[in-house]
């Protein structure tokens, strides 16, 4: 099996068992919710990055400008009421507002772009 086949595979079965656990678990349907939205955010950054194999110096840039809307997107249209207005306030904010003097993208989560980067090109089987 080709790895990228794993991941879809992966990314479907935790779909599945997302769906099973709402169904059978009333009070967490709220929070699965999210995390469907979530799957669904981190499988597409995924095949990006694995399609524009993004270099080393240029990851942060790709998470903001790929993933971070994808996410903000996924929390503002499942989340939590106070996820979506922490959201909002956060990531509304005219440019050069004031507020964390970090730059944005170090505050992004790299970790969905990271495994597409260090397998090999889609159709070859790892060993």
Same mark, same amino acid.
């Given at each position: 099996?080709?790895? +990228? ?13 997302? $769906? &099973? ?6 009070? /967490?349907?709220?929070? +699965? ?6 799957? @669904?955010?981190?499988?597409? !950054?995924?095949?990006? %990055? ?7 110096? &240029?990851?942060? /840039?790709?998470?903001? $400008? @790929? =993933?971070?809307? +994808? !996410?903000?997107?996924?929390?503002? %249209?499942?989340?939590? &009421? $106070? ?8 990531? /509304? ?9 970090? @730059? ?8 969905? =772009?990271?495994?597409? +980067?260090? $397998?090999?090109? %889609? ?5």
């Amino acid at each position: 099996m080709t790895l +990228l086949a794993g991941a879809i595979s992966t990314y479907g079965e935790r779909r599945e068992r997302a $769906r &099973e656990l709402g169904a059978r678990v009333d009070f /967490a349907q709220e929070p +699965l919710r999210l995390y469907l939205a979530l799957v @669904d955010a981190q499988e597409w !950054v995924f095949e990006r %990055a694995l399609a524009t194999r993004p270099a080393a110096d &240029e990851l942060a /840039a790709f998470v903001v $400008r @790929d =993933a971070l809307p +994808l !996410v903000m997107e996924a929390a503002v %249209a499942a989340g939590p &009421e $106070r996820l979506r207005e922490a959201v909002l306030l956060r990531f /509304a904010r005219p440019r050069g507002a004031t507020g964390s003097r970090l @730059d944005p993208r170090r505050r992004c989560d790299r970790r969905p =772009a990271l495994p597409a +980067l260090r $397998r090999p090109a %889609a159709g070859r089987d790892v060993r």
